[in-house]
């Protein structure tokens, strides 16, 4: 993922940080963990990290 790509992204999730009950973040990268603990801190919803051979179960995750 490319720095333009990380500021859309962070964009987007800021302003909508109050819109969503769940976000899954995937992906096998460490500093993802970290970012999506920051993120469950901000926002009124609850975030979670998943690793990417788990993105079926961040799916239904969401889903519930």
């Given amino acids: 993922m490319?720095?333009?790509?990380?500021?859309?992204?962070?964009?987007f999730a800021m302003s909508h940080r109050?819109?969503?009950?769940?976000?899954?973040?995937?992906?096998?990268?460490?500093w993802e963990d970290w970012v999506a603990r920051a993120a469950d801190v901000v926002?009124?919803?609850e975030v979670r990290?998943?690793?990417y051979y788990d993105k079926v179960e961040a799916f239904?995750?969401?889903?519930?």
């Fill in 2 to 11: 490319d720095v333009s790509a990380i500021l859309k992204d962070t964009i």
């Fill in 43 to 45: 926002t009124e919803g």
């Fill in 49 to 51: 990290h998943f690793q």
């Fill in 18 to 30: 109050n819109d969503f009950k769940k976000m899954a973040a995937v992906g096998d990268q460490a």
């Fill in 60 to 64: 239904n995750w969401v889903r519930e």
